[in-house]
């Protein structure tokens, strides 16, 4: 991605914020990995400490995307590790956005993609199956919808109804 800054975003859309297509999600999030700044479009996830749907999204060709996980804000294990930011990396994925921890974060930041989650645990999560995908989830103070738009830099992480122009 080109030197996209989000504060410069916010500056020139002041269009977009006012009628809520720009949204700044509130600053909860830890930085990790080698992204520093991605974009791309979003697809969601819904899942509560239980990761086997985060491992078959990110078994798929990412094609520059980002996986936003709500994992229900829980700090008690983690929904990502080295091996799934090593699969994100290798399939193409822009970032993945955790409502929740990570783990291995020393793999984690390894790896060339962004990621961006509430802390780490080095507990597992559980492997049910359980959650939703592709449905609307409510993170860091703004509802976000699959085909959304994210973009994360140092200063903050937005989410566009639409593409914007770099």
């Not at 009628?19 to 990995?33: E, Q, S, T, V, W």
């Not at 609307?136 to 085909?147: H, K, N, S, T």
Request: glycine residues 14%; hydrophobic residues 40%.
């Amino acid at each position: 991605m080109a030197a996209f800054a989000t504060a410069e975003a916010c500056d020139s859309n002041a269009e977009l914020i006012a009628n809520g297509d720009l949204r700044a999600l509130h600053p909860i999030f830890n930085i990790y990995g080698q992204r520093r700044c991605f974009s791309g479009p979003i697809v969601t996830l819904k899942v509560f400490e239980d990761n086997v749907l985060v491992r078959n999204q990110l078994e798929t060709k990412g094609e520059g995307r980002v996986l936003v996980i709500d994992g229900g804000g829980s700090k008690r294990c983690a929904l990502v590790g080295g091996n799934l930011g090593q699969l994100a990396q290798n399939n193409g994925w822009a970032g993945i956005v955790v409502n929740g921890c990570v783990r291995d974060v020393d793999e984690i930041n390894d790896c060339d993609v962004g990621v961006r989650a509430l802390g780490s645990n080095p507990l597992k999560s559980s492997k049910k199956g359980h959650g939703e995908k592709n449905v609307p989830v409510y993170i860091g103070g703004a509802l976000i919808r699959d085909g959304e738009w994210l973009y994360a830099d140092s200063d903050g992480i937005l989410i566009s109804k639409t593409e914007l122009s770099v």
